[in-house]
């Protein structure tokens, strides 16, 4: 069993039943999720990805599938926002507390609102980043909406 992380402590305090994965981290992949889905033999519209951006003036985390992109326009809209804009990784990273390819919605220094693409929810259960690159957290998507009181919405 790896070392607890920040997202894994928050889920176990939440009383929210997951599974964790481990898998070999490729800091040269050209798409991180893409690779953690191959690597872990999962769907990668199973696999959500986080991603920390700006909407409005608001700081924001949004989870979608690894083989989709986000709609900035979407997501603005989903935010009641004028626009968004994705964040720079160094300031992702001091906002979340987290790495770059290990950035997880879960545990993060700083609770912002959170927004899911609502085809994730159909799935019996996604898989997110558990807080340190090459360990992804299993989930049900009931149980990632509640635990972040996320927003499901269009947004690819």
Known sequence: MAKGTPATNALTKAGVTFRLHEYDYDPNAERIGMQAAE??????????????????????????????EVS??????????????????????R??????????????????????EASAL??????????RRGLQIEIAPADLVRVLGAKDASLC
């Open 72 to 93: 900035l326009k979407k997501l603005a809209s989903a935010a009641a926002a004028k626009d968004a804009a994705m964040l720079p990784p160094a300031e992702a990273e």
């Open 122 to 131: 159909a799935n019996d259960t996604v898989i997110v980043n558990g807080g």
């Open 95 to 116: 906002i979340t507390g987290y790495h770059v390819g290990g950035i997880s919605p879960f545990g993060q220094k700083k609770r912002v609102n959170a927004f899911i």
């Open 39 to 68: 690597a872990l033999g999962v769907s990668p519209s199973r696999l959500l990805k986080t991603l920390m951006a700006k909407a409005g003036g608001a700081i924001v985390c949004v989870l979608v599938p690894s083989d989709r």
